[in-house]
C-alpha cells in the first residue's frame, strides 16, 4: 500500500505542471468537470484530502479582494480585440491600441468607471448584415445613416465592473451565492484552490446571476483567474442583455494591488457569435489626478472614440500575430485588403449617425477629440510609454 501511495504521488507531481497549465491556458469553454485531466487530479488529490471549510476561505478571499482594490484612478498600456461571425463567417473586425484608465473605483458612475482611451486603430469594413441588426431601432427616428455600433470594449469593461459590484465578489452580494472547493492543483511549489460558485436560489430565466470558478492562490488567497461560464452583458449590436455569456477574468498584482491583466467575453444569440478581449500590455501602472472635465470628455470618448491608424506603431508593440488573421482576410476582403481598409476608415469617428443637428454635435465632438488628443500625447510624454515600446 505504502508502495503504492509513493508511486501514485511520484506520477501525480509529474503530470500536475501539465495540467495546471493547460487548465489556465486553455480557450476553449468547457463546462466544469469536462477537462479528463481535472478529473485526474481530482482523483489523486481525494487520497491525501485536508480539512477545508470553503465558506471560511472564501470569506477570506474576498475580504482580501475588497482591501487589495486600487481605489485611486491610474492608467496602463493596453490592447483590445473584437470580432464577430455569422454563421461562420466574419461580419466586421477591429484591433485597438491605447491606454486603460481608472477613473477611480468610487466614480459616480461605479460600471463606468474603466475606459480604453485609444490611440491606434485596426478597423476593417463592417458587413451589411452587422449594420442591420441595429436597423429596427430607427424605423421611427431622424437617423439616416449607421456605420456601427459602440466599439466592444465598454461593454467587457462595464461587464467586469457589473461582476465586482453585483456577483459574489461583492461583500453585499456574497450571502446570495454558494461556494464549493471542487480540487487543488499542484503546480511546482504553488497551490490553487478551485472553488465553484452559483446562486442560491434563481427565480426567473431574466435574472442576472453569475456562475463559475475561483482560482485561489492557497498561500496567499488572491485570486488568480476568474473562469464564468454564465454571465450577463449588454449586447450593443442586440440592443438587450445577454444573460448566459462566457467571461474570464485574469489579474495581477502590482504595488500589492489587484489589476486587470486579461478581459475575455463572448456569447452567442440567433447565429451570430460576437467576441471581445483586453488585456494590459504592461506592468507599470501610473496614478492620475483627473479633472471633471476630462471624466466628462473621456466617457464620451469612450463610446465614440476617434478612429487613427499608424502602421509603424503596430511593428513597435510585439504583440502576436492575430491566430484567425487568414479567415478574416477571406471573409472581410471584397476587391480591398484589409489593410487598405484600416487606412480608408481612419481619421473618421468610430461610428457615424446623421440626424437632424448632427452638425453642431460634429462640431463639439471634434472639440472632445482635439482634448483628448493632447491629453495622449500628455500621458505619452510624462509616462514615457511611447519610449517604452522602441526598446
Known amino acids: 500500500m505504502k508502495k503504492f501511495s509513493i508511486i501514485t504521488l511520484l506520477f501525480f507531481f509529474h503530470l500536475q505542471p501539465y495540467c495546471f497549465n493547460n487548465h489556465l491556458q486553455s480557450k476553449n469553454w468547457k463546462k ?3 477537462n479528463e485531466c481535472n478529473n485526474l487530479i481530482s482523483l489523486l488529490t481525494s487520497k491525501n484530502k485536508e480539512s477545508f471549510n470553503t465558506d471560511k476561505l472564501i470569506n477570506k478571499v474576498i475580504n482580501k479582494y475588497q482591501k487589495k482594490i486600487t481605489k485611486n ?5 493596453g490592447h483590445y480585440h473584437e470580432r464577430s461571425k455569422l454563421k461562420g463567417e466574419y461580419l466586421m473586425f477591429t484591433e485597438g491600441l ?4 481608472s477613473l477611480g473605483y468610487n466614480y459616480i458612475i461605479p460600471r463606468g468607471n474603466l475606459s480604453f482611451l485609444s490611440t491606434n486603430f485596426k478597423k476593417s469594413d463592417r458587413k451589411k448584415e452587422w449594420i442591420s441588426l441595429r436597423k429596427h431601432l430607427y424605423n421611427n427616428t431622424p437617423v439616416t445613416k449607421q456605420t456601427d455600433f459602440q466599439p466592444g470594449y465598454k461593454s467587457l469593461l462595464s461587464c467586469f465592473r457589473r461582476f465586482e459590484i453585483k456577483g459574489p465578489l461583492s461583500k453585499k452580494c456574497e450571502l446570495d451565492y454558494r461556494f464549493e472547493k471542487q480540487t487543488k492543483i499542484i503546480n511546482g511549489e504553488k497551490t490553487i484552490y478551485k472553488i465553484s460558485f452559483s446562486p442560491e436560489k434563481v427565480e426567473s430565466a431574466e435574472q442576472r446571476y453569475y456562475e463559475g470558478i475561483f482560482y485561489v492562490d492557497s ?19 442586440f440592443h438587450q442583455w445577454i444573460n448566459k455569456a462566457k467571461l474570464k477574468i485574469d489579474y495581477k498584482s502590482y504595488n500589492n494591488k489587484y489589476y486587470i491583466s486579461k478581459l475575455e467575453s463572448y456569447y452567442k444569440k440567433e447565429n451570430i457569435e460576437h467576441w471581445v478581449v483586453f488585456k494590459t500590455l504592461k506592468d507599470k501602472i501610473y496614478n492620475l489626478k483627473l479633472s471633471k472635465k476630462y471624466k466628462k470628455h473621456s466617457e464620451i470618448y469612450n463610446v465614440n472614440p476617434l478612429v487613427k491608424y499608424e502602421e509603424k506603431e503596430w511593428d513597435n508593440c510585439n504583440l502576436t500575430k492575430f ?7 477571406k471573409d472581410l476582403e471584397n476587391n480591398i485588403s484589409i ?28 472639440i472632445i477629440y482635439k482634448y483628448m488628443e493632447n491629453k495622449i500625447e500628455e500621458y505619452e510624454e510624462k509616462y514615457n510609454f511611447t519610449n517604452e515600446d522602441k526598446k
Not at 73 to 77: P, S
Not at 219 to 237: D, F, G, M, N
Open 323 to 329: 491566430k484567425d488573421i487568414n479567415k478574416i482576410r
Open 98 to 101: 491605447g491606454y486603460l484608465v
Open 339 to 366: 489593410e487598405e481598409q484600416f487606412i480608408k476608415n481612419s481619421g473618421k469617428p468610430f461610428y457615424i449617425s446623421k440626424f437632424s443637428g448632427h452638425k453642431k454635435f460634429d462640431k463639439k465632438m471634434e
Open 219 to 237: 498561500k496567499t488567497l488572491e485570486i488568480r483567474k476568474i473562469v464564468l461560464q454564465v454571465a450577463p452583458v449588454y449586447s450593443h449590436p
Open 73 to 77: 484612478a491610474f492608467i496602463t498600456k
Open 32 to 34: 466544469p468537470g469536462d
